[in-house]
Nanobody, 127 residues
Framework: QVQLVESGGGSVQPGGSLRLSCEAR????????IAWFRQAPGKEREGVSC????????YYGDSVKDRFTLSRDSVKETLYLQMDNLKPEDTGTYYC????????????????????WGQGTQVTVSS
């Protein structure tokens, strides 16, 4: 059973940083593409980043490129989303999910294909 648990959200001022964690069960990060999405109130879910060991690639949404960095701790089976230079428009609930495929090629479609979404972790960027 695939289980992903998000943590690390909080409140910061614009320009600040946060690091989110996505903890997975053993081998999940080896088998499946894992993505971060976010959703602000009244808006659709937006892709933030996706990691696929199968492809050997990490994808980023246009709005977070050069500010967010995805990394992996293989020992802890955890993906980290380092978010720097945060902006008010980064505010939202952040979710870590997988559609149980090995790649991220179609990750932009995951909001309509992924059935299970966790609680997410809240990020608020405000002065």
């Amino acid at each position: 059973q695939v289980q992903l648990v998000e943590s690390g959200g909080g409140s910061v001022q614009p320009g600040g940083s946060l690091r989110l964690s996505c903890e997975a069960r053993p081998f999940t990060l080896d088998y499946y593409g894992i993505a971060w999405f976010r959703q602000a109130p009244g808006k659709e879910r937006e892709g933030v980043s996706c990691y696929s060991k199968h492809e050997g690639k990490t994808y980023y949404g246009d709005s977070v490129k050069d500010r967010f960095t995805l990394s992996r701790d293989s020992v802890k089976e955890t993906l980290y989303l380092q978010m720097d230079n945060l902006k008010p428009e980064d505010t939202g609930t952040y979710y870590c999910v997988t559609d149980r495929s090995a790649s991220c090629i179609d990750w932009d479609r995951w909001p309509s294909t992924v059935r299970t979404w966790g609680q997410g972790t809240q990020v608020t960027v405000s002065s």
